[in-house]
């Protein structure tokens, strides 16, 4: 049996190597998509379908050459390897490992897998022509169970900045250059401002575009060092601790300071309440709420003090925890503030903690800020809409992506999510954001006047969609 797997496994790296020989082995000179993703080849030149298909069913897949260079040939067999990434196979399955021949019709290859188990899966086709053999493609899909195939992934982000307070651009230009980079829904959190979130939408009202946009805001209530991002609320945290309403909201907090019965040693109950109190506010009108940047350093220090960030994850009073922050590389090579929340979260989790993991860029500038369009959060939902994207992330159904450092993505979040991340991120997303950039373009072009961009964004409009409803294997 050893020496079976074994055989097995030399087979496929052989055709692992022989892979190099192919036309578009290197690939590295493509054109790059803002997140620093590139489309394989592989996805260009065939159309593969689908791409996600249901765990131990049996699935149809059609792998359908869509230029001349690739096309089958009648004077040429095929021959198909498959492996499971997990290694997990069924007896239902027909291939197994060992290549096994294939006949193209019409142009074509149909194939008849019973897929097993919620994981990776890997078909690598060979063209011989007499004694000369040539890797024509490897192509990949994913099986998930049943939960997660009735949902689709969705790229956001709420922590940005707008020229409203610290950003560069304005509000309607930030949200034209988050579709631009592939975002499917945001929302601009400007400094102890809600309105402009608010009336973002309205530099849009009538046109036809597919990203959604949300209000946001970062709160900083009195004398509190801790930020609070406030997601799809319906009215401003910042107007009830601001200039009259100050003294109010500090009356209120030290009535919850009151009521502490007991907190950690070192804890500052002041500021433990006045997160109490921010994030009270912010359920209350339907919003969620995020724990900032926890190892952002300011004057020295990380801003949130070790026994209150420890407080603060045992509270309950956040839905989310940002995990992956927008640091430019200046301050990740000096302080790496994304490792360490990675590995405090890693280590929360492990202890019990059930806070969902975010990502966010918190640009201050879309032209100027490389973490933009590559910090971001994956939501797992049936729509863009509000009650569906919040609906995920309380559930946990989200993941956290980083791409800052080169193009090898670092994502947080349950196991199950991470590794059907990182599928999405090479097999799927590419295509997703390559569709997502004329639209932003033009939503920026309408933001600057121009009286044709209406138009030409209706031709945009729903590609997205049909993209997804031709890759996921539902109603097939």
């Not at 990434?85 to 294939?102: A, G």
């Not at 959604?212 to 945290?237: K, L, Q, T, W």
């Not at 933001?447 to 997205?464: E, H, I, M, W, Y």
């Amino acid at each position: 049996m050893f020496l079976n797997r074994f055989a097995s496994r030399l087979v496929f790296a052989f055709l692992l190597l022989a892979a190099g020989s192919a036309v578009w082995a290197d690939y590295s000179t493509l054109p790059t998509l803002p997140d620093g993703g590139r489309v394989r080849p592989e996805n260009r030149y065939f159309d593969v379908t689908p791409r996600i298909a249901p765990a131990d069913a049996e699935t149809t897949i059609i792998i359908q050459p869509l230029f001349d260079h690739v096309r089958f040939r009648e004077d040429c067999k095929y021959e198909l390897t498959y492996t499971a990434l997990d290694q997990v196979y069924s007896e239902k399955s027909p291939f197994r490992v060992k290549p096994k021949p294939v006949t193209p019709a019409d142009n074509r290859l149909t194939l008849n897998f019973f897929l097993a188990g919620e994981q990776e899966h890997m078909l690598v086709l060979e063209e011989i022509n007499a004694d000369k053999r040539r890797v024509m493609g490897e192509f990949h899909l994913y099986t998930v169970n049943e939960d997660l195939l009735a949902l689709r992934p969705f790229k956001g982000d709420f922590h940005m900045h707008s020229n409203n307070s610290d950003g560069t651009e304005s509000a309607a230009y930030v949200a034209g250059a988050c579709r631009r980079v592939g975002l499917d829904w945001m929302a601009l959190s400007d400094h102890r401002k809600y309105a402009p979130s608010a009336a973002l939408k309205d530099a849009f009202q009538g046109m036809p575009i597919d990203l959604r946009i949300y209000p946001g805001e970062e709160c900083h209530s009195p004398d509190n060092p801790v930020h609070i991002i406030a997601f799809g609320h319906n009215a401003a945290i910042c107007d009830l601790y601001l200039d009259a309403a100050e003294a109010q909201a500090r009356a209120e907090v030290g009535e919850l300071k009151e009521k502490l019965k007991k907190v950690p040693e070192n804890v500052n109950k002041f500021h433990y309440a006045s997160c109490q109190w921010v994030t009270n506010k912010i359920h209350e009108r339907g919003g969620l709420a995020m724990l900032c940047h926890p190892y952002w350093v300011t004057g020295g220090a990380h801003n949130i003090a070790e026994p209150l960030l420890g407080a603060l994850l045992n509270s309950k009073f956040f839905d989310m925890l940002e995990v992956v922050s927008g640091n430019g590389s200046a301050d990740a090579n000096a302080y790496d503030a994304d490792v360490l929340q990675a590995s405090r979260y890693a280590e929360a989790r492990a202890g019990g903690l059930r806070l969902p993991a975010c990502g966010i860029s918190d640009s201050h500038g879309c032209e100027s800020n490389e973490t933009f369009g590559r910090n971001f959060t994956v939501t797992f939902s049936p729509t863009t809409e509000l009650s569906d994207i919040q609906g995920a992330i309380k559930k946990g159904n989200c993941t956290a992506v980083e791409i800052m450092r080169g193009e090898r993505p670092q994502v947080e979040g349950d196991y199950r999510l991470v590794k059907y991340t990182l599928f999405l991120l090479r097999e799927v997303f590419p295509q997703h954001d390559e569709l997502c950039v004329e639209e932003g373009r033009l939503m920026i072009d309408h933001t600057a006047g121009n009286s044709t961009a209406a138009d030409r964004l209706k031709a945009c409009q729903g590609q997205v969609k049909a993209l997804y409803d031709q890759y996921w294997a539902v109603g097939r």
